[in-house]
């Protein structure tokens, strides 16, 4: 089942002669529970790959699908909307709100709709992520592992279509990088949680089931990692 | 609340619709409950379709891998067949080495036929794991116990490193681990050593193996999980494929490092190995 779907994508920066084609007609699809890692150097185009999917920004050309809806057909405020429902965002910086305690952050896409998790489930992912008993601590008061892992939790809580991650691990030490990717195999096994990764850096994407390589904004290569 | 009964009949309509196999778009990404119980209606829906497809490609693997167990007991009942027809026209002083050939068939074969049978409860879900607590170097024992000989024969030395209690079904742990040990075996020169490692971290418990010899390149990681794939030097392609089975029915899985020590193992040691890791993981 392809949850996500990507065709010709381009997306050009600037006019005339200053203009700059980060992407450069993208095609690729990505089956339901699939584990992906897209690579490249800086200027490749995979932060441009990731905010196109994200729904974010919008591209020249090409179409973004999720879950079988081309999500540039909706206007902004459907976007927003259609993404905290069915995408789920984990950035290099975590993102979160100060003012709210690890389970509240965890619970945010619920509560945008005016609704709480299910207890048992927050408390299961409380659970994997081992931060059970941080769980009324505020963000300031989380080390940054415990923090990326508060904004793994938000971004997996309500079973989005797609999750996907820039950077995870970028503001991580290695040791700390190899937990926070272990926890991602984890999900993804458990809950078939499909996951598309952007990282910089071999050692992670070699984690991944598959390997997207970015280069001037093309795909360079496509390749299985492991079965 | 006020919702309009245009709205519900129009939402209810399409429900029917999806029932009925066609595929609907439910959502209109706005506030409000109505929108609200339009994206869990989807959230189903993709669930659903998400179960029939993997009882689809269940149902296709089953085809495939009865389709490569016909072969794979083919190939050897063929070679013995055509061995007792030379036997009963042969000079007597070939016998010997007939005979001998004939068992070493009958040994793969009956080999052969335990681990696809083993592979085929597993994938029906008809193992009962007998799981407990158990201390790693108990799974280790029992997994070098048919091995030492093999072992032994090619000079190759057991490392060990690290401690770790694993909460699993040793038997068919200790079988899983077998495999992968009796691979590193195959793939590491004569006398040189074997390390098997072991830790425990908040997420998993692991043991991992790691040979000498010249490791891996992803391309190659990729099929040797595949069944029937074996990289035709040893084996059937079987021992990983089964080894992973087991792993991932007790809600674990079996990581490889192509080549380098990954750094779980690596601190637990001073030495340096050419080879492959591959860690078998059983998550908390």
Redesign the interface.
Known sequence: MKILQVEGLTKVYGKGDAQVKALDNVSFSVEKGEFIAVVGASGSGKSTLMHLIGGVDRPTTGKVQVDGKDIFTMNESNLAIFRRRNIGLIYQFYNLIPTLTAEENISLPYLLDRRRPNPEKLLEILGLLALTDRRTHLPGQLSGGQQQRVSIGRALINDPAVILADEPTGNLDSRKSRSIMELFKMFNRQYNQTLLIITHDEKIALQADRILTLEDGRILRDEAVRA | MWLSKRALETLSQNIRRIVDGE?V?L?????GPL??LR?DI??LV?MK??QA?ALRHDKERLKDSLSDISHQLKTPLTSMMVMADLLETAPPEKHAELVRNLQTGLTRTQWLTDALLKMAKLDADAVAFNVRKADAREIVARALEPLNILLEMKGQDVRTAGEAELTCDVRWTAEALGNVIKNASEHSPAGKPILIACGE????AWISVTDSGEGLK??Q??????RFQGDGTAGYGIGLPLAQTIL?GQ?G?I????SGLP??VAELTDEEYSGATFTLKL?R
């Open positions: 595929s778009d959502l209109d990404n706005r506030e929108s609200i994206n989807q959230t993709r379709q998400e497809d971290n908040p997420i998993a992803p391309g990681i990729a099929r040797l999980f595949r991932r809600n899985d990581e490889v490092d192509g750094p779980h998550y």
